[in-house]
């Protein structure tokens, strides 16, 4: 999760349980970045460069980060417990492989009113391709 000109890069990053993050400040100002989600609480005191240590995420939900520095740096982490998951692109669209089965689509946007986790909804895979919509309470 890069910090470069004063934003963190990606805005969101999907990651799975168990994964360590770096935090790397590529800006000329220092940065201090930080948790209070109740997810991963933690911080990385004002510092310039490479952290000494990656953030360790090992509990899925949402944790939303922020720099004590600069007030407009907002970014999150989203983890989650399966290793199919990923990004929509810039047209909302995302392709997985998933195997043939009952599974629970998740879903989240950062626009969703505060307090609102990953929205589930059942999913059977068959043989064929399956298409599926989400709709997101995103506040505009």
């Not at 109740?38 to 952290?51: D, H, N, Q, W």
């Not at 998740?106 to 589930?120: I, S, V």
Request: neutral net charge.
């Amino acid at each position: 999760m890069v910090q470069r000109q004063r934003n963190f890069d990606p805005g969101v990053l999907v990651v799975q349980t168990g994964t360590q993050v770096d935090f790397p400040n590529q800006d000329t100002v220092r940065h201090h970045v930080y948790s209070f989600s109740p997810v991963k609480t933690f911080e990385i005191k004002l510092y310039a460069g490479r952290p000494a240590a990656p953030v360790l995420f090992d509990r899925a939900g949402v944790i939303t980060l922020g720099c004590n520095i600069h007030d407009q740096m907002i970014a999150h982490v989203v983890v989650v417990d399966t290793p199919l998951f990923g990004r929509t692109d810039a047209a909302g669209r995302l392709v997985l492989e998933v195997p043939a089965g009952e599974h629970r689509l998740k879903a989240w946007h950062p626009d969703m009113r505060e307090g609102l986790d990953l929205q589930a909804q059942p999913l059977r895979v068959g043989t064929s391709p399956v298409a599926a919509a989400v709709r997101l309470p995103v506040q505009p």
